[in-house]
């Protein structure tokens, strides 16, 4: 619930630092044993370091969290994300597709590495891990110079009070340019569909 609480602190890749302190402010208001706190600090700090240089068991809190924090990384609902934090990280905007599927794929090999055996799963991330790195390709719904007017219409949007994902998406649609409005259809699609889990 916490993980990403440290992005309203610090939008870069250490914002798991600010999640952990801002989660043991809430562990300690809700009461949650002393013995219990030190995973979770641990998994809530950690779970953003992709470079995944250090096996830990499948079965351990950071794992789950971290490859739950996979999950969200693919597909147009997972490209969003992307556009979002890596212009506001300020990723240059002819690096950053590049950039989005270097992340991505280090993201799937982790999840292959460590939940191979979930078949369906895997099946369902092999999906919209191509559904992302396919939007990126020339011809895709993101490629060439989409990313940066992508990004502009959800930077206008998402400082709007009671703003969704849905509803940016339904302003790309009616407010955006041709080169843009594919992403916004695609991404309103995905989001209907409730299995895309």
């Known amino acids: 619930m916490t993980h990403d609480i440290g992005m309203s602190v610090n939008i870069g890749e250490n914002h798991g630092r600010e999640s952990s302190k801002l989660c043991k ?34 079965n351990s809190l950071f794992t789950i969290l971290s490859v ?4 969200d990384a693919f597909g147009y609902t997972g490209l969003y994300r992307y556009i979002e934090i890596y212009s506001a990280r300020g990723v240059p905007f002819p690096e950053m597709g590049r950039a989005i599927i270097s992340n991505a794929k280090g993201r799937y ?42 990004s502009l219409i959800i930077r206008k949007n998402t400082c709007k009070p009671g703003t969704t994902i849905a509803g940016i998406a339904g302003s790309g ?3 955006g340019k041709t080169a843009t409005t594919p992403f916004f259809h695609a991404l309103l699609n995905e989001l209907s569909h409730r299995n895309m889990f």
């Open 25 to 58: 402010q809430f562990m300690t208001l809700a009461e949650v044993p002393l013995h219990l706190q030190e995973d979770i600090l641990f998994a809530v700090e950690n779970h953003d370091r992709k470079e995944y240089s250090q096996e830990y068991p499948v």
């Open 109 to 150: 090999s982790h999840m292959v590495k460590m939940f191979g055996f979930l078949h369906g799963f895997i099946t369902l991330t092999s999906e919209r891990f191509s559904i992302l790195t396919e939007a990126l390709q020339p011809g895709g719904v993101c490629h060439g110079n989409s990313l940066e007017e992508i």
């Open 173 to 175: 649609i009616r407010d």
């Open 68 to 71: 739950a924090d996979d999950t």
